[in-house]
């Protein structure tokens, strides 16, 4: 165990993401053969809210009638930051424990480090490591789940995303709200990075590995790098198929106009799309 009782492991965002919190030395790169692309940690993941654009903040607004809300892949928690804000109860996973330990610091003393009277009866903590595929929570105690960051595309395949559904349709309560997002592969090109096409209509696919280099206590270099990360892009349509298999269907997708990236609000208790 490291000085921060986090297992040693290659995570090279999550040590990215504590690096950058704690104010220490260190570059992430996104590597897709000899192409690199900057991981841009503070603007992805420590931009303040006011710089967030619209959609993401009616996103987030959109969920917050809907708590307790669970942030899958949160990050260094920058959305649970948002929400504690406001008083609104909510929930972060995330695979990397180096992220975990960035978000609890980060919301140490706000409103998301106190759990309300319903929240404890439920078994909720705040932060928590865990994958996504088999989430360390109560079946049913959600009324919403936030799934950004592209992190559907890591189901790997159209049954892995269905799998993925099923497993956030498990966590929440009837009714529930979902806000997940992807890039539409009719909107992209061989220059998107780490772009693979694929012969099926509204597919292709995106690998890349992330390498974080940074410094240690003792002043010494030392290198991460990353398992190799693949996922499936779908479009709206390619969506809404499979999310007619689960007991989620597409409510609403949201994107600027000509954009490829997108959001798509899921809603279950009902099997009327729009």
Known sequence: MDRDGIQAAADPLGRAMLAHHRGEPGTLVYRDGAATQDGNVESFYF????????ATIECLERLSDCEPILDVGCGAGS????????GVRAVGVDASPNAVLTARERCEGCGTSRQSGEAAERGLEDVLVGDMFDLPVPTGAFGAVHVVGTQLGLGGSLAGISKLLREFARVTADKATAVVDNYD?????????GYRSDPREGIAHRCFHLEFEGEGDDGERYREVGRTLQFLLCSPARLREVAADTPWHVRDVLRPDGMAHYRAVLGKGSTQNT
């Open 185 to 193: 592969p009719t909107r992209l090109d061989d220059g998107f990075f």
């Open 79 to 86: 959305h649970l930051l948002w929400w504690a804000n406001r």
């Open 47 to 54: 931009s303040p809210s006011e710089s967030w654009d619209r």
